[in-house]
């Protein structure tokens, strides 16, 4: 199993360690670092990146959302999981806008927290319906989804709504492998690495 490497940005120690033992504990997952802050995590992301982040919306000091975006600007790679309170805030829907891909709620069960993870690993974007709604709604077109075909639209469309890859396989009569290639070929010939970014190239920020 591959071993997808996570940070913790939580400045409630309890619920830092909490989620440091469940990620450690997880098949194919492993915990880089856990910091307190978002000063303490721009400087340690950046020295020692993961593949995923799991980032507290609401730290003191340096929010989770300002500290995406110091990230982002320096060309940080990884991706970030919002770790928060309330589901459909308009914190968690900035935070999507900022650069992150999904979010987590703090009531999740452990194993909801590693499937989240292996998820956004994976391509998905974990979030809620209402969530997606409104981060496609902020987008219009741009002219960049001429360059896929019309089954790979459909899917694009799909992943933007939220849906999971087998969700999408079993609302095109397709199987998941297949759902997996067009995503594959979608990033490749959007050169982009996430469904965030292919949103963002394909439909364009308002």
Do not use: W
Request: hydrophobic share 40%; aromatic share 8%; proline share 3%.
């Amino acid at each position: 199993m591959e071993n997808i490497r996570v940070s913790i940005v939580e400045d409630l120690p309890e619920i830092r360690d909490g989620l440091r033992f469940i990620v450690s504990q997880a098949a194919g997952l492993s915990c880089l670092a856990a910091y307190g802050s978002g000063e303490e995590a721009y400087a340690g992301l950046l020295a020692t990146p993961p593949d995923i982040v799991i980032m507290d919306i609401s730290l003191p000091g340096e929010t989770g959302i300002a500290c995406i975006r110091r990230l982002k600007g320096k060309g940080f790679a990884g991706q970030f999981l919002m770790f928060t309170v309330y589901e459909d805030s308009d914190q968690v829907f900035e935070a999507l806008n900022a650069g992150a891909s999904g979010y987590l709620l703090k009531s999740a069960a452990p194993e909801k927290i590693i499937s989240a993870v292996q998820e956004l690993y994976e391509g998905g974007s974990p979030m809620s319906a209402a969530i997606a709604r409104r981060v496609v709604n902020s987008f219009r077109s741009s002219g960049e989804g001429d360059k896929l075909s019309s089954r790979e639209m459909e899917v694009l469309t799909l992943l933007s709504k939220g849906y999971l890859y087998k969700e999408i396989a079993a609302q095109l009569f397709l199987s998941v492998g297949t759902i997996r290639q067009h995503i594959h070929h979608i990033y490749e010939k959007l050169h982009v690495q996430n469904r965030t970014e292919a949103l963002n190239k394909v439909f364009g920020k308002m």
